[in-house]
């Protein structure tokens, strides 16, 4: 039993994770096939076990990556994770098993003790399906445990749109917290607000004619979530959900800004300069004689699928350039320490 008061360990993060699984198509109880994506509630078998863990070591990751995690939490996790030199790629959780020290057992016992730390590894892991960070932070940060970005890579539409969608959905949790009276109200809002907002991003895409790739529709898509029986029972009386939900002001805050350390980024004054050098506009941005606004107006002219110029030069601007509105009207009464602005201006 999880005491709000107390700290929480892995395991009890693993035995309550409401874990999201790819949209597939499933046998129900009389054979019939339906479409939808699965969902566990906890996870208690060694199977589904061993990708629990994959995930949780590339959220472990992620967060090792953000500005606002090193300040205060970087005694943890210390014994889970090597710096270590990565594979090639980072798309297949299997490529960093045999770059990670961890035993199953000794990982379940490990305490943490910071709710702001707990939150976003129950919504990294549990909505994976949207984190394409892992390999995102593997690349523009240049394998290193930093949180300036050293290079540029390329978001295409697909990468572009999860990372709204999970700034939304993992906002949005955290606001429910406070708002939800039982766990499973909480958790039937967070499908609907999942389901709400893959149509809405749909849209985006259709009304704008963006390109996208053929994996991208499934690895949102959700008009429906399968929950079994027993694990809606682990729904109904959710230890993760009793502990997160008395966070304290100061916690929020700090959950907050653990959040948009995720998205928003400092650059390395080597990679601010490389900017300057090769983008078209760079000498006239460095010189003052175009400001970085209209410098962002004038990249955008290639059109909504050419991006390159646009995210070379946004980068200059240290703030989240959002696609759902929901996002800025989540964060407008918050104290935050950075800028949000509309991608479509």
Known sequence: MVN????ITIRDIKENIFYVNEYQTYKENNSREVQ???VRVGIFDNYTGKYFYRRLLACIIILKHSQEFPKYYSNIFGDIIEEVDFPDSLNSLRSIDKYMKFNGNRIDNIEISSKPVVYLLFFLISFYNLNNLLNDFYLIFNRTFTYEKQRFEEQGWDSLIKDDFLLNMLIFGLDELELSETSQEYFDSLQNRYIEK????HQVIESNNLKFTSKFYNSIYADNFLIDDDDKIILEEN??????????PEERRQTEELILSLFVFQISAE????????TIQGED??????????ALESSRRAGLNDLIEYQKI????????YIDEDIATTFADKNISCKLKPFFL
């Not at 230890?239 to 304290?248: A, E, N, Q, S, V």
Request: aromatic content about 14%; charged content about 30%; overall charge positive.
């Open 271 to 278: 990679y601010y300069q490389k900017i300057i050098d090769t």
């Open 4 to 7: 709000n008061n107390e700290n």
């Open 36 to 38: 939808g994506r699965k």
């Open 314 to 321: 946004q980068s200059l601007e240290k703030m989240y350039r």
């Open 198 to 201: 893959q149509k809405f991003y």
């Open 285 to 294: 941005i460095s010189s003052g004689k175009k400001s970085l606004c209209k």
């Open 239 to 248: 230890k993760l959900f009793t502990y997160l939900k008395d966070m304290t």
